[in-house]
């Protein structure tokens, strides 16, 4: 019989090898949301991350939070004190994909081609997102949070994320948009 997240906090605030599973149950899933957004260093920030949960799990409130999202909470503060870092990534993958040449052999290089520039597009888009949209977007996207949970995750209101997905979206969709189109993006005046 598989031990509730929740149980197993509690207990290890006085048997501290009880918070072992928990590490088991996850750190795969943070690691995956970790490493998409930051890359290497996620080793580092997972690690970080549940050193910060051990030590604050007497601290822990099951009727407030439940455990996956307090995990993917700590992962996102300690992932905000990299974000210049993670910036630094998206945009660096934006200009590495754009120096690409492009070759015009068949169709299915084309489409492989295609595909990094729209990458390169897309790392540029996430770069300009603000820190606490670009948190939600990809807490949904990577993670693969329902927005309760990423509610919960960044302890702000369900209508909040709904918002700031909503707007990341939008946001990333008009950067994207010459580049799923062929046509250029206006100008800010001309818009």
């Known amino acids: 019989m598989r031990i509730a997240d929740e149980v197993l906090i509690r207990e290890s605030v006085r048997e501290p090898e009880r918070f072992a599973p928990l590490f088991d149950r996850h750190a795969v899933a943070i690691h995956r949301y970790l490493g998409r ?55 660096a993958l934006a200009r590495a994909a754009g120096e690409q040449p492009r070759p015009h052999t068949d169709d299915t290089v084309d489409d492989r081609v295609d595909a990094v520039a729209l990458r390169a597009d897309l790392a540029a888009a996430l770069a300009k997102l603000k820190a606490r949209d670009r948190d939600a977007l990809l807490l949904l996207a990577y993670a693969q949070l329902s927005y309760a949970e990423i509610a919960a995750t960044l302890d702000i209101p ?34």
């Open 37 to 91: 957004r930051i890359g290497t260093p996620a080793d580092d920030l997972l690690a970080e991350t549940f050193l910060i949960a051990f030590r604050r799990r007497a601290d822990y409130q099951p009727l407030r939070l439940e455990v996956r999202p307090w995990l993917f909470g700590i992962a996102t503060n300690v992932l905000r004190r990299h974000v210049r870092q993670e910036e630094r990534r998206y945009r």
């Open 158 to 191: 369900v209508g909040t994320v709904r918002s700031r997905i909503n707007r990341a979206r939008a946001l990333t969709r008009a950067a994207l948009s010459p580049a799923l189109t062929g046509s250029p993006a206006l100008p800010e005046e001309e818009k």
